[in-house]
């Protein structure tokens, strides 16, 4: 275990994109296997376990081209910006997150994967689902972010995020698939 935290210290960015990227294509998978996740974009692979392992590659393609990579330079300019673990620069890096960093995130997830779908209309699922998603972001989100930015390591945030981000991401995913529900 020290070895891998010291590959892990020694190169942050590598780990901690290898490893958020990692987290995202799980939750897909999760959610396909486990919540019955289906196929919307027009193509279902049942090579192995009923996965449609297209989605999974969409869903990782989304996490690594933006997710990961924003949410590891994101914190450490959070944590330039409002150094420290004291409650004052806690709940203020957490309104700037949730004010910033929520809208972002969820907007990319939406449309990123309706880019690689080559749906007609990308931002139809964001015009549908981004609401009910930011709502429920919030509340997760504020409350993990929170003992993100008190109790971890700036080194390993990231990476703590990416794990976290697993149940969101599978939430994400499981909306994702509503089709024709206009949710508030």
């Not at 990579?69 to 620069?89: I, M, Q, S």
Request: net charge positive; charged share 15%; proline share 3%.
């Amino acid at each position: 275990m020290n070895r891998a935290w010291a590959v892990f210290k020694a190169h942050p960015y590598i780990s901690n994109i290898l490893g958020y990227t990692t987290l995202f294509a799980s939750a897909d998978l999760i959610h396909q296997s486990v919540l019955g996740g289906k196929n919307t974009a027009g193509f279902m692979s049942k090579d192995w376990g009923g996965i449609d392992w297209r989605q999974t590659a969409r869903v990782a393609t989304v996490g690594i081209c933006f997710h990961a990579n924003f949410n590891y330079h994101w914190l450490r300019g959070l944590e330039r910006l409002l150094p420290g673990a004291g409650v004052k620069a806690v709940a203020g890096k957490v309104v700037v997150d949730q004010m910033i960093a929520g809208p972002l995130t969820i907007s990319a997830f939406y449309i990123g994967l309706s880019l690689l779908e080559n749906k007609d209309d990308p931002f139809e699922d964001w015009r549908h689902k981004f609401w009910t998603s930011y709502k429920t972001g919030v509340v997760f989100w504020s409350t993990m972010q929170a003992v993100n930015f008190a109790l971890v390591p700036p080194v390993a945030r990231t990476a703590f995020m990416g794990g976290i981000a697993l149940a969101f991401t599978i939430y994400l995913c499981h909306l994702k698939q509503q089709c024709g529900h206009k949710l508030e």
